[in-house]
């Protein structure tokens, strides 16, 4: 059967879909034929109602053909087609994660703290510590914890202050550096971001490979990688990291450290040195036993607290929760949960990243500045360049909003 609707294009560009004026052109054709002729072409006549209720679910299915289409692409992909793409990487969309913290357990000598125990911050957050410890001598002992709430929950220095379930031994936990923030579910900009960095994970013997196996590693926030190739110790980055002769450096915040071991492990070439002060051993399974083992190591980057002061023209017109809303378009900005890129191990982040979130915010809002610092009382920085044993985190409540009227600024 013959008709006169137009089809879509498929050409090497892409499908072209045609306009809907002429599928409703072409729909009216075949019911005037249908029919034999002489049909009222006048939309509102019944065969008029039936022309636009076909043209409507033919623009439709065009629709549908070219957003499959469209997720065959992986700069436009999303959603389940994005995940498929990923695996063909062996990559899969990383999960949400809770803030990790660090607190200072005490009690009596000797006592056990299992895996799992559970302390409360101040504002009702439970947070479970992911290995068991001993107390030894000194009465205290360091403790990871990570947050049961998924999501950038914010830990600052002392809110990690209540035992929660009750351990024999256990008296007292408290936290005296900040907590890393966990992480939302990875966004499409951040998944294809990934992929794109982790092509080289079938690869050996080189630094993307690496980077490639370390960087999926479950509950892995970021990382960074690099060697020195060099006979000589090299300063490297905004801390002038020393980097051993004929090394390769490591640095990655969160995960398990058995699997971030065996991913620099099964990566790395053969004979170089280590960079760190994180250390687990490998035992070579491709042997019975006894099997050889290594010990590899890498960087723990230390948590670095960033600070933002915002500058706004003062307005009546802006809403009550103008503060809030700037917060929150900064901390998406740093996070790149905006599809911009985030602030990373060993990167630096400028004070324009977050200009277009923060304008976005509000059609009243005018800025006058943005500045950035890791000091909340010295906060006049137009960029951040963090090491590369150092990973950059953001409290929401590290981003404050001065306003001033016209006049004051004129």
Known sequence: MQTN????RFTDQGPVLPAESAILAGVRADINAAFGGGVN????????????????????????ILEVANQVDPDVASGRWQDAIGRIYFLNRIAASGTVVTATCIGLVGAVIPAGSVAQDVNGYLYASTAAAVIPASGQVEVPFQCQ????????????????????????????????????????????ARRRLSVAINAVNSVQAVYAAVLPV?????????????????????????????????????????????????????????????????HDTSYNAPQPKYTVTWVTPAPVQCCFTVTIQANDQLPASITSLIQQAILAAFNGEDGGVKARIGSTTYAGRYYAGVAATDPNVNIYSIALGTDPMDVNQSALAFGIDQYPTLDPSNVSMLQFSQDMRS
Do not use: M
Request: proline share 8%.
């Open 41 to 64: 072409p006048g939309l509102t006549t019944p065969q008029g109602q039936i022309a636009q209720s076909l043209t409507t679910i033919i623009r439709d299915a065009n629709g549908d």
């Open 149 to 192: 709430t998924k999501g950038p929950v914010a830990c600052p220095i002392g809110a990690l202050a209540t035992i929660y379930t009750a351990v024999q031994g256990w008296d007292r936990v408290s936290n005296t550096t900040a907590g890393t923030p966990g992480q939302n579910v990875e966004t499409r900009a951040q998944f294809e």
């Open 5 to 8: 609707v137009p089809p879509i």
């Open 218 to 282: 479950s509950n892995v926030l970021d990382a960074f990688v690099i060697d020195n190739p060099t006979g000589a110790t090299v300063n490297y980055g905004a801390t002038d990291y020393p980097l051993l002769p004929h090394s390769l450096f490591v640095s990655a915040i969160g995960g398990d450290a058995s699997a971030i071991a065996q991913a620099i492990w099964s990566k790395k070439a053969p004979g170089c040195d280590y960079n760190g002060d994180t250390s687990w051993i490998v």
